[in-house]
């Protein structure tokens, strides 16, 4: 049973690219997160996706940024015009739809590190 | 809104003595806690989680963690290190009830260092 799958590792874009990262979650999970991981600094919580649907969006930019979660295929993360300040990992996270208990676990893939010159 | 303290970014232990990372937290609810840790260059992976059930926890490779409300805290603890234990931690908390909607709130990160 495949972990949460990431790609690509690693993305280099110059500035005013645009950079797309893409999420499948593990097999069965339809909940969808992304997090951005700045250098020295812990996690930050962006979007949080169910198939078809943005549930929170509160930790995106208001710009430049946007996520989708399609009926099929995997989560995309989107950035517009990157700027030096968007280099950082990027890392999906996923859940199954069901809650089989309270506090359940999100599983993490093993990122994507943008690297803007 | 949910908040976590972890103290100091480096940690060093000699290979068998004590790990205690130390991790507080913040939260108008019942808090979800847990614990992650990094190795370079991969995900995160869960070593343990308490859920409002017995205070102590216990999780994968030795560690464990007691959520102290009385202190708010979640303190990660192992008895012996080990040199595979290098790697960077993180406490995070659920803002929600808990269920699979539950966005988590991460602390900074320790990077524990093991000597030998």
């Known amino acids: 049973n495949a972990g949460v799958m990431q790609n690509p590792r690693h993305l280099v874009r110059r500035r005013g690219q645009e950079a797309r990262l893409r999420c499948s979650p593990m097999k069965g999970h339809s909940h969808v997160y992304w997090y951005r991981q700045l250098p020295e600094e812990g996690l930050k919580f962006m979007v949080y996706l169910q198939k078809e649907n943005i549930i929170d969006e509160s930790g995106m930019p208001k710009e430049r940024f946007s996520a989708e979660f399609p009926k099929e295929g995997p989560s995309i993360l989107r950035i517009q015009q990157v700027v030096r300040g968007d280099s950082a990992a990027y890392f999906c996270?996923?859940?199954?739809?069901?809650?089989?208990?309270?506090?359940?676990?999100?599983?993490f893939g093993p990122g994507t590190r943008l690297t803007v010159l | 809104a949910q908040s976590v303290t972890q103290l100091g970014s480096h940690v060093s232990v000699s290979e068998g003595a004590l790990v205690l990372l130390r991790c507080n937290y913040s939260s108008s609810v019942p808090p979800y806690l847990f614990w992650y840790v990094q190795y370079p260059n991969q995900g995160l992976q869960l070593l343990l989680k308490?859920?409002?059930?017995?205070?102590l926890v216990k999780g994968i490779n030795g560690f464990e963690a007691e959520f102290k409300k009385s202190e708010t805290s979640f303190h990660l603890t192992k008895p012996s290190a080990h040199m595979s234990d290098a790697a960077e931690y993180f406490c995070a908390v659920s803002d929600s009830g808990g269920g699979a909607n539950s966005k988590l709130t991460f602390g900074k990160g320790i990077t524990l260092s093991v000597r030998p």
């Open positions: 308490y859920t409002s059930a017995a205070t």
């Open positions: 996270a996923s859940s199954p739809r069901w809650a089989s208990e309270r506090g359940d676990e999100q599983f």
